[in-house]
């Protein structure tokens, strides 16, 4: 109540002594709208941040995270059931669309040390007496590990990132028909176990070391947030880097007896059995390795010198799978636009978690929940979006985004003609505001967070977030960085349900979510309860009650611009930058002959078109609302704008994964959700294959020049309006 009184005195004084416009104008314009439109917007976002309320995303995470809700289990539709009601009580339009993918359910998973010493591994997460929800009532595994029944030596291989394998190589130690041991870290879980599968590993273990995120970081659950003893990381393997979504329906929405592939032929189920374990599981298989002394950066938090191997400790690795499809439920709730029903704002969050979930995902998805009760209290005091609003609690995402992707892919053709932009949120914690998404939204971003408070220092959460991307920043970028006085957003990789709307329809996208000071001990563990949520991260929920103002804001201001809040400047200055970080990659390499020239050409043709938008743009405040909702040139420029990303997308799709249209954005083939920009070029390039990344020069080139050819019809036709 005190921080909410503070806020509004700090807006009168401003609004008085500042810019001299109305009270309740913060800073002098929003992106997007006319001068004379200004004031009654803010105004109404106003009224929309006073609803989220911290009592209520309290009750609803109770609710859903109080028992395990894996998708496709009854308990994933539970929560759906849950939601919609929710949505339904408060007036909103939702509804479940069902679609079905393949996901496997473990129905043996035994893993033995059979030499020297023999040891059956627990995989087992027991039940904490201080938290009868911790209860271990999802098998621990590896969503789309491939069945096996083998027997090996065990090598232990750090990260088992692509560098650890090399490192293998230097040592002369050979993983063909090697069960590995790597820990969780470094890159994405789905990585290891394919780099361990095409350098001939029959099988993988993934474990926890207590250096990462137990013991050693820490005091673990319940003490401290760290991940106890027979904790352990469930997760996908899918190899999401070359399509997401159900395994069997690449491309196209997955319905309930619809085509779909043999499994045989599906590219991103694993080939080999991989399983997660713990650290108490993984010492007594590390105490029996011999070989060489691993690496010092090999080197776990476990009380016992690292070796590598191989052997002499083998195992006896049993894992096998039901292969059923199984149904999925997305919640959609639908406010329809008044005057531009046909161009959407969507904003999701998934609802599915591998055990109760907290933390992941239910932080986020509450958050959502309080998003939409907002909206609802607008619409009842009167208030009817220009654009139309779509709000989705996605299904299935741990296992590969299957929910949002098949419902991406079931609407492809209508969501590249309508949707405008896609926001995602995950789990959230405390700390400051983590953005990111595409460049041409940066600004429009930054003036939301500008105008959102944090509820421990009472600033706008702009404030902490420019802090923090600026110190995230390269150590050669950091000057420079702390000179642009904009809110540098990151691009995206993938790791969330943003990835089918950005990456494979190139659909605008902005990510958010709190976090930084929330530790992440138990990940995908049944030790992400309530419990813990309340203990060590977001306890009060001011923060989700934040990032509710956060999407809200963000989802009315799209919703209600005259002209949609694109800029592209900034994706100019950005590219340049990756033009200028792969110019450095390519000369150390010395029999790569690049030419980025083209390159930088498209990318300078995008900053002029980009500066004539800006141009115009800058005449369009004294315009006033009527006038410029009147006018026909509108729908031409927002067309334009709307369509503007897609123009970043080639429809042959990356090389070795044309699912993947984006050319600027993409996770890492070798990375997983690290992201790699301008992708066909470096990993080219990072690859050795130099042919493909001058090939990348072409599509990037072509990409860049036809949004500024796009950016360029848009200044003509905003100077139409404005002249
Ligand atoms: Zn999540």
Not at 199 to 210: E, H, K, M, R
Not at 236 to 249: E, I, N, R
């Amino acid at each position: 109540m005190r921080r909410h009184l503070l806020s509004l005195a700090l807006l009168v004084v401003i609004g008085v002594t500042g810019s001299g416009l109305p009270t309740g104008a913060q800073s002098p314009a929003l992106r997007g709208f006319p001068d004379d439109a200004v004031a009654a917007q803010r105004q109404r976002e106003e009224q929309f941040r006073k609803v989220p309320d911290a009592a209520r995303l309290k009750e609803y995470m109770e609710a859903i995270a109080g028992e395990p809700h894996v998708a496709g289990q009854p308990s994933s539709k539970r929560v759906a059931d849950y939601a919609l009601a929710k949505f339904k009580s408060w007036g909103l339009d939702a509804q479940i669309e069902e679609f079905e993918a393949m996901m496997p359910w473990p129905i043996e998973t035994s893993v033995e040390l059979v030499a020297p010493e023999k040891y059956a591994l627990k995989i087992k997460e027991p039940v904490l007496p201080e938290d009868p929800d911790s209860g271990d009532q999802t098998p621990l595994y590896n969503a789309y590990s491939g069945d096996g029944d083998v027997t090996g030596d065990v090598v232990y291989v750090n990260y088992g990132m692509p560098a650890d394998f090399e490192k293998l190589k230097e040592l002369g130690i050979s993983v063909k028909g090697k069960i590995v041991l790597a820990r969780y870290g470094a890159g994405w879980r789905g990585i290891k176990p394919k780099v361990a599968y095409e350098n001939g590993a029959i099988g993988c273990l993934i474990y926890s070391d207590p250096r990462d995120d137990g013991y050693f970081a820490g005091d673990v659950y319940p003490a401290g947030p760290y991940r106890p003893e027979f904790g352990a990381q469930r997760g996908s393997v899918m190899d999401m880097p070359v399509h997401a979504g159900d395994p069997l329906t690449p491309g196209w929405g997955s319905e309930k007896g619809g085509r779909k592939n043999r499994r045989e032929d599906a590219v991103t189920i694993l080939k080999i059995p991989v399983l997660p374990v713990s650290y108490g599981d993984a010492l007594p298989i590390l105490k029996q390795l011999k070989g060489p002394v691993a690496p010092t950066e090999w080197r776990g938090g476990l009380p016992l010198t690292y070796h590598v191997g191989p052997g002499p400790a083998k195992l006896h690795m049993k894992l096998a799978f039901d292969w059923q499809n199984r149904p999925l439920h997305d919640v959609i709730v639908t406010i329809p636009g008044t005057t531009r029903p046909d161009e959407w704002i969507i904003f999701g969050n998934h609802h599915d978690a591998w055990v109760s979930g907290a933390d992941d995902p239910t932080s986020g998805a509450v958050s959502l929940m309080e998003t939409a009760r907002g909206l609802s209290e607008m619409l009842k005091s009167g208030w009817r979006p220009s654009r139309t609003i779509k709000l989705a609690l996605w299904d299935g995402e741990e296992w590969g985004l299957l929910g949002s992707t098949e419902w991406a892919e079931q609407h492809d053709a209508e969501l590249k003609q309508k949707a405008v932009v896609y926001i995602n949120s995950d789990g959230t914690g405390k700390g400051w505001l983590n953005a990111g998404g595409s460049h041409g939204l940066q600004q429009f971003l930054g003036e939301v967070a500008k105008d959102v408070m944090d509820p421990r220092t009472g600033k706008p959460v702009f404030d902490e977030a420019r802090r923090r991307a600026v110190l995230g920043e390269p150590e050669a970028e950091r000057k420079t960085a702390e000179a642009d006085p904009s809110l540098r957003i990151a691009p995206l990789g993938s790791g969330s349900d943003f990835t089918p709307f950005l990456q494979h329809l190139t659909i605008s996208a902005l990510s958010v979510g709190f976090g930084g000071e929330s530790p992440g001990g138990v990940y995908h563990s049944a030790y992400d309860t309530v419990k813990w949520y309340q203990t060590y991260s977001d306890g009060d929920y001011a923060y989700g009650r934040t990032l509710s103002q956060v999407t809200g804001t963000l989802v009315m201001r799209l919703a209600d611009a005259p002209v949609l809040p694109f800029q592209f400047t900034d994706t100019a200055d950005t590219l340049m930058r990756y033009v200028v970080e792969l110019e450095k990659l390519a000369a150390t390499k010395k029999d790569a002959k690049l030419d980025m020239a083209p390159v930088r050409a498209a990318v300078e043709s995008l900053r002029k078109a980009g500066v004539a938008y800006e141009k115009a743009y800058a005449s369009l405040n004294k315009v006033p609302a009527a006038t410029l909702n009147s006018r026909k040139e509108l729908t031409t420029v927002n067309k334009l704008l709307q369509s503007s990303e897609q123009k970043l997308g080639n429809s042959d799709g990356l090389p070795r994964r044309d699912w993947f249209k984006h050319q600027i954005y993409a996770p890492g083939f070798y990375t997983g959700y690290g992201v790699k920009t301008m992708p066909q070029i470096r990993e080219g390039l990072e690859e050795g294959r130099y042919t493909e990344a001058q090939g990348g020069v072409r599509t990037v080139s072509a990409a860049v020049n036809a949004l500024a050819v796009q950016v360029d019809q848009a200044a003509q036709a905003l100077q139409q309006i404005v002249k």
